[in-house]
């Protein structure tokens, strides 16, 4: 498997540390509001790099942490009376409620908190301090980047264009304006913890190194989030765990692009910023994974109501796939294979082979997906309930394993409402009486009720929209 590594430009063989065992930590939310679109894409993006890692025989620890301490959650607090961790125990509790939504699995991911961690990051702080990388000024400790060769090497920015293109002022109590927060001193009405230079809170970057170190140790085998975290934050991050360590932070580094909506950078001032629980109450949140996955992830994706509309109609499509082939086995019989069965059970084979090659050239769902596609198309062609149970039971199962991979099409059919089973049925009542009006009354009706009625050889067939 290759896997792009950002912080070499290139695609490389994927070589995990632990041959058994596959160490991820993907950067999470600040915990002050619900999530947004953009929030999601990694999300969804490394949840699948996850499966796909499970599926080829992994075990895999995966990290993705909460911000519940920051500049932003102490306004919010502020602005609506409430305490920063009553506003950061609501939010994590409704990302969690997205993320389930999102078909993300929750069960296999740990979910540190900055808070929960307060003395191991004093003491990484420290040991920044010792070695000489950090200083303390007026109860703030900075990171002296100039202290590093190859400070910017992720992002490959230089320092000394940084240094003079910064909008930051010349601090007195920074050596230099590009020098990053480790401690920030506490400031009234602030939460703050006791440290050895006073009252404070931890800054952004150093949450995600100490919490990474801590569970998954001094080098990881992948660190992954938004593109827009590359600088600085990921460049923090490498910097101040290499000089603690002494070692290599993370051995690849994985960033997926970012999202428009309308074509359009999102932002509230646009009036264009959608979050993850507003679509939802448009679109079943698996369309969102659908069209998470449906272009690659270092790609950027366009959002929107036409691209939203598309991707419910080609899961729509892979779902009815589904379910044709659940019809064909149920009608179907166990029986000798002809030499048709031996052809299919090599052709949909060669589909998994196809499907495995493309999320092993760096994850490309776009592909994957359009494999699926083409498992339909050819179900559709070539199967029959005159095939053997068992070769059709193997294509259905093939599909589903592939399907799973990417987190989708696990969703359960609904049962009918009592209502919409009695108007089947009346119209069925219809049709046999050749009272064609009452009939197309009665599939208009249930088209309001977003159920489409197939007529098929088979019988009447039905689908939700």
Partial sequence: MKLYNTLTRTKEEFTSIDPNKVTMYVCGPTVYNYIHVGNARPLIVFDVLRRYFKYKGY?????????????????????????????????????????????????????????????????????????????????????????????????????????????????????????????????????????????????????????????????????????????????????????????????????????????????KSKNNFFTVREIGNEYDLEVLRFFMLSAHYRKPLNFGKEAMSQAKNGLDRLYIGKKNLEDLIEDSEERELTDIDKKIKLDIEKYKEKFIQSMDDDMNTADAISTLFEIVRYSNSNLSKENSKSILTLVYNIFNELSDILGLLSKKEELLEDEIIELIEKRNEARKNKDYKLADEIRDELKVKNIILEDTPDGVKWRRV
Avoid at 210 to 218: C, E, I, N, S, V
Wanted: aromatic fraction near 10%; include cysteine; charge should be negative.
């Fill in 59 to 267: 075990n895999v620890d995966f990290l993705l942490n909460f911000t519940d301490i920051d500049d932003k959650l102490i306004k919010k607090a502020n602005e609506e009376g409430s305490t920063v961790k009553e506003l950061a125990d609501r939010y994590i509790k409704e990302f969690l409620i997205d993320s389930k939504s999102l078909l993300i699995e929750e069960d296999e991911i740990k979910h540190p908190k900055a808070t929960e961690h307060i003395d191991d990051i004093i003491k990484f702080v420290e040991g920044l301090i010792e070695k000489g990388y950090a200083y303390e000024s007026n109860g703030d400790v900075y990171f002296d980047i100039t202290k590093l060769n190859d400070y910017g090497k992720l992002s490959k920015k230089n320092i000394e264009d940084l240094v003079s293109g910064a909008r930051v002022e010349i601090s007195e109590i920074k050596n230099n304006p590009m020098d990053f927060a480790l401690w920030k001193n506490a400031k009234p009405g602030e939460p703050a913890w006791e440290s050895p230079w006073g009252k404070g809170r931890p800054g952004w970057h150093i949450e995600c190194s100490t919490m990474a170190r801590k569970y998954l140790g001094d080098t990881i085998d992948i660190h992954a989030g938004g593109e827009d975290l590359k600088f600085p934050h990921h460049e923090n991050e490498i910097a101040q765990s290499e000089s603690l360590t002494g070692k290599s932070f993370a051995n690849y580094w994985l960033h997926n692009a970012m999202i428009n909506v309308e074509n359009q950078k999102m932002s």
